[in-house]
């Protein structure tokens, strides 16, 4: 199926895309990202996501750390 909406997306948004519905942390962006992305500076990767989070197809949330009461470590939305 397609979306018009998101047909135009570049592959960097569409990376984007795919780790958020997949909700991924952020840093899972970079395995699907194509050069010159992929080795680049994170402050390449600013202009393409701030437009997606302001058109509301994403969110962004901290993650905070925290421990189970079964002692294992892990992340939770903060």
Same mark, same amino acid.
């Given at each position: 199926?397609?979306?018009?909406?998101?047909?135009?997306?570049?592959?960097?948004?569409?990376?984007?895309?795919?780790? #958020?519905?997949?909700?991924?942390?952020?840093?899972? @962006?970079? /395995?699907?990202?194509?050069?010159?992305?992929?080795? /680049?500076? #994170?402050?390449?990767? @600013?202009?393409?996501?701030?437009?997606? @989070?302001?058109? /509301?197809?994403?969110? @962004?949330?901290?993650?905070?750390?925290?421990? #189970?009461?079964?002692?294992?470590?892990?992340?939770?939305? /903060?």
């Amino acid at each position: 199926m397609s979306y018009p909406a998101t047909d135009q997306l570049s592959s960097a948004e569409r990376a984007f895309m795919i780790n #958020a519905t997949e909700f991924d942390i952020l840093a899972g @962006v970079w /395995g699907d990202l194509d050069e010159p992305l992929h080795s /680049g500076p #994170a402050s390449a990767l @600013v202009p393409i996501l701030l437009p997606l @989070v302001d058109r /509301g197809w994403i969110e @962004v949330c901290r993650f905070i750390r925290w421990t #189970a009461p079964d002692g294992s470590l892990g992340l939770q939305p /903060g």
